[in-house]
């Protein structure tokens, strides 16, 4: 597609590859915009002592940056990405300098994130501090679903108005279907990481009531979690369960797409009900039936029974009866994971996501 005229400048210390950042990215260029990279660090420091000690440095790189930019031509919109809320004063100086539109990535919740991993109150409480002040200086937020955005519009008084809803795609480099399969036998498996929120202990009491079918569970990931996952399958005594850690993206890529049955997430918290997660729609992606809890967030993209299997959240009993169901019934599955594929190409994929964007998002001072 030709040029549109616009130019959206990707500002923060984000790793290239990851799919959040390549989807947006990717997405402004397949419908025309110019996008131009300020990344003023490789990898991504998540907020704490060392990031706070490097901020005047990295001030100046992303002023530098700016400067040198704005003698290439204009700038309409600078977008900050996810887990950049410190940088966001120096962004909006650089939007005000350049009489362009400020975009946050508000992705996940710093604070939020801070509480599921188990920091101390009084540093989640100052991020969350640090997050109220700073989030009122972008004109427009991007977030993962509908209901995220009614989460954060509560949680840091934001308008509702300037939350724009963008799904999460997959890396089709990965998560794409295959007509191979290294598994044997029928094969449900979950990837991601061992976090809380996505209620692993009602996996774990499906697999107990599964334990003398012929239905196999592999586990790829680390995390909090891992551990007392793994404990707890082993005191089920399960002998169908297999925990590989992590993995190279090949061996990922191979059993998300080869396997039967891709697992989500079950917890019944509100991170939960709000999300999508990676491994929905890479398991979509990968053209393999997904099961995962029913929720509005979920509810917002995909319909049960069509294009996924939902199931009430912290409910193994329903779990395991819909993977028996998909074991049974080769045509329902072969349905699911064929109707998830398109209702991915649909929605999910690059483009669409880039569509969605720049039809809902003003991406110069003219359109605001």
């Not at 940088?87 to 005000?96: C, D, K, Q, R, T």
């Not at 036998?185 to 334990?211: C, E, K, M």
Request: charged share 25%.
């Amino acid at each position: 597609m030709s040029g549109d005229g616009r130019t959206v400048v990707l500002l923060g210390d984000y790793d290239y590859e990851y799919f959040r950042e390549v989807s947006l990215r990717e997405g402004l260029e397949s419908q025309g915009v110019t996008v131009k990279e300020c990344r003023y660090r490789e990898e991504p420091l998540f907020i704490g002592v060392k990031k706070l000690l490097l901020l005047p440095y990295f001030y100046a790189l992303i002023l530098r940056r700016l400067w040198q930019l704005s003698g290439e031509g204009d700038v309409d919109a600078i977008l900050v990405t996810k887990f950049n809320v410190l940088v966001l004063p120096v962004a909006a100086l650089g939007a005000w300098w350049l009489d362009a539109v400020l975009i946050y990535d508000l992705f996940v919740s710093l604070y939020r994130t801070g509480e599921m991993r188990g920091y101390a109150a009084w540093k989640v409480r100052l991020v969350y501090w640090v997050e109220r002040a700073t989030l009122r200086l972008p004109a427009y937020h991007l977030t993962e679903t509908a209901e995220f955005a009614r989460l954060y519009t509560e949680l840091y008084s934001i308008p509702r108005a300037r939350i724009v809803g963008l799904p999460l795609g997959a890396d089709e480099t990965w998560f794409h279907p295959r007509d191979d399969s290294p598994f044997d036998r029928f094969t449900v498996v979950y990837w991601g990481n061992f976090l809380p929120h996505h209620g692993l202990d009602t996996v774990v009491d499906a697999i107990d009531r599964l334990r003398d079918e012929e239905i196999d569970f592999v586990f790829l990931g680390e995390g909090p979690e891992l551990e007392r996952i793994r404990s707890r399958v082993e005191a089920v005594g399960a002998p169908n369960v297999e925990f590989r850690g992590r993995v190279p993206w090949e061996e990922l890529s191979t059993a998300a797409g080869g396997g039967d049955v891709a697992l989500g997430i079950f917890a019944d918290d509100p991170r939960s009900r709000a999300s999508i997660t990676n491994k929905v729609s890479e398991g979509v992606a990968a053209g393999t039936a997904v099961v995962t809890m029913r929720s509005p967030a979920i509810e917002e993209w995909f319909t049960d029974g069509e294009n996924i299997v939902l199931v009430p959240p912290e409910d193994p009993a329903a779990l395991a009866a819909a993977i028996r169901e998909l074991r049974d019934d080769a045509g329902y599955r072969e349905r699911i994971a064929e109707r998830g594929r398109e209702r991915y190409e649909s929605v999910f994929s690059t483009e669409h996501i880039g569509e969605l964007l720049v039809e809902q998002v003003p991406l110069s001072r003219e359109a605001v």
